[in-house]
């Protein structure tokens, strides 16, 4: 670099090589060695050898150079400082709203189930949510939860009942029996799906239901009455 300021302090230096010496004057360590660069060479030259009509113009010149490196790093400065509070007022904004999202986003559902059990001797009829109807047998037990009807329709049973399932094609009533779901849009039947016993019954009357393998959530009959 001391060959680019020699250059400037005779004056021939060119615009590229001004952009080159005004960026490592940025730096303070580089302006004590410019200093010591201008030194040497005034010595060296004289005073009556300033470039540019004497000694006036040439320091005249060399405020113009410093002030225009100064007014590029003021500018850099600014921007850099311009471009980190915005990204602090941004991470504060984001926060901010990080926190809202988290004090008012709404408390996730849980499960509340409903179960109805008909004791022994007796026949207990069950209205659903969505209006469909089920009589359990004697010992028998039906549950589902709270959001039958709006994003499920099903019910475990354990023993037997009567279902009479209000037609509803987009979401379809399922019977859980654990081994088989029953799988109904709108129709009547009967399921017998007793702990203790090693078969479940379905008998349609009206409609047609299909029968599911829970494990792997496919059809394995579909039934029509008949």
């Known amino acids: 670099m001391q060959r680019i300021a020699i250059k400037y302090f005779e004056g021939r230096a060119t615009d590229a090589e001004l952009g080159e010496l005004l960026g490592w004057l940025r730096r303070d360590e580089n302006r004590l060695a410019f200093g010591r660069y201008r030194s040497a060479w005034e010595k060296s030259v004289g005073k009556d050898q300033f470039p540019g009509g004497g000694e006036e113009s040439w320091h005249q010149l060399q405020s113009l150079l410093w002030q225009k490196g100064y007014n590029k790093w003021q500018r850099t400065i600014r921007f850099y400082n311009i471009t980190k509070y915005a990204a602090i007022i941004f991470f504060v904004l984001s926060l901010g709203s990080l926190v809202l999202y988290i004090v008012n986003r709404p408390a996730p559902v849980q499960d509340i189930y409903t179960s109805v059990m008909a004791e022994n001797g007796q026949i207990s009829k069950v209205k ?13 037990e039906i549950s589902y939860n709270n959001l039958f009807g709006s994003s499920n329709r099903q019910v475990t049973l354990t023993g037997e009942a009567y279902f009479d399932v209000v037609t509803n094609k987009g979401i379809p009533l399922i019977v859980d029996c654990d081994q088989l779901h029953v799988k109904v849009y709108g129709t009547k039947f009967n ?28 059809s394995i009959y579909n039934i029509k009455p008949g």
Do not use: F, H, M, T
């Open 128 to 140: 659903l949510p969505d209006g469909s109807q089920v009589w359990l047998n004697s010992g028998s």
């Open 191 to 218: 399921v017998n799906a007793y702990s203790r016993e090693e078969k479940i019954d379905v008998v349609l009357e009206e409609g047609k239901v299909d029968l599911v393998n829970p494990l792997l959530n496919s």
